[in-house]
């Protein structure tokens, strides 16, 4: 079991990251998803939470240079799903479930990024409750290769587990061009007390690249929530 905390203080520009996984006295799914930046454009930025939606927001609309990848929904409820994403493949997923398909499905048809020569890759996750208990999924797109032409798609499936989630990211560390993120997602230990694991990963979180954090813990019987949001521009 690995430490968010520690995984995040060893990594400058992790960039955009997703947490799923179940509280340590079992009774609530938990998910965490934060945004990075390094650029004007990207920092310009700010999550705005409206009924069960995340919206990201330009912080000052004046600045932004380019919104094709930065402005979207990454989190989405749908009955007894909770979408998370770090691009409008949210919508994708979305309008794939209500059609009784699957994440797959959707996913099939979506690329990585085509912000060359990063190629960042679209990372998803996606909650299922079901029987007073829940399972999840994670998935990322990336470019198999430095001249785009080629896509891996990996799926991984996951019955939710006491204490424990995993942790996927779009860099494996800073860089230029930014390497993507490789290997499987990361088990990391999950807590009770949402305050107290939401304050631990945004305060890990690199403090000139972060900009946002949402974590959201809900009650797997009664479907209650809590939820902590924290944007660098205020």
């Excluded at 990251?17 to 938990?30: L, P, Q």
């Excluded at 409206?50 to 990848?69: A, M």
């Excluded at 912000?115 to 990336?142: A, E, M, Q, V, W």
């Excluded at 305050?195 to 974590?215: G, P, Q, R």
Aim: net charge neutral; charged share 25%; with cysteine.
């Amino acid at each position: 079991m690995n430490s968010i905390v520690k995984l995040l203080k060893q990594n400058s520009y992790p960039g955009r990251g997703i947490v799923i996984g179940k509280s340590k006295d079992e009774s609530k799914a938990i998910f965490a998803y934060f945004i990075m930046g390094r650029s004007p454009n990207s920092r310009n930025r700010i999550f705005v939470e409206k009924d069960n939606e995340v919206i990201i927001l330009p912080f000052d609309s004046k600045k932004v240079s380019d919104p094709s990848l930065i402005i979207y929904s990454p989190i989405k409820q749908l009955g007894n799903f909770v979408i998370v994403t770090n691009g409008d493949q949210t919508d994708t997923v979305q309008e794939y479930l209500q059609q009784g398909k699957t994440m797959e499905d959707a996913l099939s048809t979506r690329l990585y990024e085509p912000d060359c020569p990063n190629f960042t890759p679209r990372i998803s996750g996606l909650i299922h409750f079901d029987n007073n208990n829940f399972n999840y999924k994670l998935s990322i797109l990336k470019c198999a290769n430095n001249d785009g032409k080629e896509c891996q798609r990996h799926f991984y499936n996951y019955q939710s587990k006491k204490g424990a989630g995993h942790f996927i990211h779009t860099y494996k560390n800073d860089g230029n061009p930014l390497p993507s993120f490789s290997g499987e997602p990361v088990m990391v230990e999950i807590l009770d007390d949402i305050d107290l694991f939401a304050n631990n990963i945004w305060n890990a979180l690199n403090d000139e690249n972060k900009i946002s954090l949402y974590v959201k813990y809900i009650d797997i019987a009664t479907k209650t929530s809590q939820a902590r949001l924290f944007n660098k521009n205020n």
